[in-house]
């Protein structure tokens, strides 16, 4: 049951107004008669407004936050919590002090924290930006953060907030300016953990049917494996109970979509919003205009065993159509260690397509002595840029081929989008390596998979030494052909960066270089797989084994079989496209070993032959 308390401080004039639920206090407010003087029915009126106004301080204003936190050692914590706020509503302002409640398992309530905001920070889209909030949006944000100690209790702590109400604009949810929200989070006390920290800012607004695209991934200072989904915001607070304090204990109730929103479409249309289970990236094409209510969640495993859960939320806007002449510019600059010029490459944009999920070519550009690049009118949509160190570059052995933000291949890169808020530099900070010493040498061709005479131009190709680091760059020439140099002996990885490929470099070929060697290498969609291996077994050759395999094409079996004048054993495997072992066994002089190929599924298969560290491959073509 509510109940208001109302008394009057007769020295100063004021009426205080307090409401409670089941003995909590639930919200306050003042309303100063001072230097007046009323009769009994003009108070009682004058309360009346003052408690309207009570009402109307609840307000319509809460559109998302998170709440994380650190281990500090010793049972303590430090828990911080991150709230946003829509300041063109009449709603109250961020609460100070916040009411941050602390639950065992139970839900029993083990301790209250208020704890006053930091600064409060306008969010704004960035002034070089073509995009333009919807008259009535504004957005403020804080945050709070306090040190705690929690000593080991079964089943952890929960740490919540909850506060009425979201602002009244947004168009995905049920009644949101009846509703507020919980954020919380559960801190597992069986082993040291901190939470996942966000990196990019929340993205406030893109145009109307033009690809959305977020990178919502998180860090996990522990090293922790992080799956990223979609989830429903939580309820909490309304307008009887506005600021519950305590806050509410666990579990916590979700929200309700308004139709034809969902958490499976969250914005609406044909493209709907989606999450990357593994990067977190978001991907979607709003629609139609409108504020929406987003909300994700960060599940962390620790050695396969899922240690918590964590939730992020945050009002998007979808403004208005971008006119063909409102266009913007991308500029930046190439950088060698901070502080050297490039003096020849080029630079690279890449526009991707939602509907067909891929990038083309949008522009390139030749960059000289003055690293600087930009490309102007560029179309509203989402970004790729690389640069590219140029073979005449005193750098190029030295520069790898780089994309915006960092990384080596498309699949890692940052995008770019005309309504971007967190990035304000578009420099791209070239991936370094290390110079080489060694005297030999590594080259070859590579061809589509299939077709022998048919080469693969324009592959951008790394060549990463056995701990998987890139250490040299090189691209095909029109007959596919490349050439590594100044490469010590070794174990190396042939990694392949193609735009719109699903290689995966997880798997890729490995070699043993032990002196100058020429490979050719199979493109597929998924795999670079080498067709001759280095170092074709020269000293096999001279032993005069010889390996027959056959029938070959296979429908159903198959035999390989070792010639050689002595007793002999050596190692196979029957390898697929992607390296995968399938089946191994070992070989013996003028002794034939069947293999059944009837489980394999149509297509191309390897068997890698071992034998003193070196290996020879044959294809197998499966009907």
């Known amino acids: 049951m509510d109940t208001y308390a109302v008394s009057r401080n007769k020295s100063s004039d004021t009426t205080f107004i307090q409401l409670a639920r089941s003995g909590h206090i639930l919200n306050k407010s003042y309303c100063n008669f ?7 029915m003009k108070y009682f009126i004058l309360l009346c407004i003052c408690l309207i106004n009570f009402k109307t301080v609840s307000g319509t204003h809460i559109i998302g936050g998170s709440m994380s936190y650190s281990y500090l050692g010793n049972n303590m914590y430090s828990i911080r919590l991150e709230v946003l706020r829509d300041c063109a509503s009449a ?4 609460d100070n002090p916040a009411s941050i409640g602390i639950f065992d398992k139970d839900g029993n309530l083990v301790l209250q924290k208020f704890v006053t905001h930091s600064a409060i920070e306008p969010v704004s889209i960035n002034p070089n930006s073509v995009c333009i909030f919807p008259p009535n949006v504004c957005v403020e944000k804080t945050h709070y953060e306090f040190s705690v100690t929690l000593p080991f209790i079964e089943g952890g702590y929960s740490v919540s907030y909850q506060r009425c109400c979201r602002s009244n604009i947004i168009v995905n949810l049920e009644n949101p300016e009846e509703n507020g929200m919980t954020l919380y989070t559960h801190i597992n006390v069986d082993q040291p953990n901190n939470s996942p920290l966000f990196v990019e800012e929340f993205p406030f607004a893109v145009f109307v049917n033009t690809p959305f695209l977020y990178e919502a991934y998180a860090i996990d200072p522990d090293g ?34 308004k139709s034809p929103y969902s958490v ?6 044909d493209y709907p919003l989606t999450i990357d289970p593994i990067t977190g990236e978001m991907t979607a094409i709003p629609p139609t205009t409108g504020v929406f209510q987003l909300s994700y969640a960060v599940k962390e495993y620790r050695n396969g065993e899922h240690i918590g859960t964590y939730y992020r939320e945050f009002a998007f806007v979808s403004t208005y159509q971008a006119p063909p002449n409102l266009n913007f510019d991308i500029s930046g600059s190439v950088v060698l260690n901070d502080s050297m010029s490039l003096d020849a490459g ?12 891929s990038l083309h070519l949008y522009e390139e550009k030749e960059i000289g002595p003055d690293p600087s690049y930009s490309f102007e009118d560029v179309p509203a949509g989402v970004f790729y840029i690389k640069a590219i160190v140029d073979s005449t570059s005193v750098y190029y052995d030295t520069y790898l081929p780089t994309y915006y933000n960092g990384v080596c291949f498309w699949y890692n890169a940052t995008n770019i989008n005309q309504c971007d808020t967190s990035r304000d530099f578009r420099d791209i900070h070239l991936f370094h390596v290390d110079s080489l010493d060694g005297i030999h040498i590594l080259d070859g061709v590579v061809n589509f998979a299939g077709h022998t005479n048919l080469p693969v131009p324009g592959l951008n190709l790394l060549l990463a030494n056995s701990n998987g680091d890139p250490i040299q760059a090189r691209t095909t020439d029109d007959d596919g052909y490349f050439k590594f140099e100044h490469l010590p002996e070794g174990t190396y990885k042939l990694f392949a960066d193609l735009i719109n490929s699903g290689i995966d470099n997880t798997h890729a070929p490995q070699i043993d270089l032990v002196a100058n060697s020429t490979i ?32 070959n094409p296979v429908s159903d079996k198959f035999t390989i079989e070792m010639k050689y004048p002595e007793d002999k054993s050596v190692r196979f495997e029957l390898l697929d496209v992607n390296g995968h072992i399938l089946y191994s066994g070992s070989l013996t002089t003028n002794k034939a070993e069947q293999i059944s190929a009837s489980y ?14 070196m290996y020879e491959f044959f294809k197998v073509v499966k009907e």
Do not use: C
């Open 34 to 40: 001072k230097d007046s003087k009323y009769g009994r």
């Open 91 to 94: 709603g109250a302002n961020f």
């Open 224 to 257: 922790d494996s992080l799956a990223y989904e979609l989830a429903a915001p939580f309820l909490g607070g309304d307008t009887i109970n506005i600021i519950p304090q305590p806050p509410l204990p666990p579990p916590y109730a979700t929200y309700v979509f």
């Open 264 to 269: 499976d479409n969250m914005l609406g249309g």
């Open 346 to 357: 080029k630079v690279q944009i890449f526009q991707w397509d939602i509907t067909t999920d």
């Open 520 to 551: 050719s290498a199979w493109l597929y969609n998924d795999s670079l797989s080498l067709q001759v291996p280095v170092n074709v077994f020269d000293r096999l050759a001279k032993e005069a084994i010889l390996f027959n395999l056959y029938p």
């Open 600 to 613: 394999l599924s149509a297509g191309v298969y390897f068997i890698k032959i071992e034998n003193d560290g």
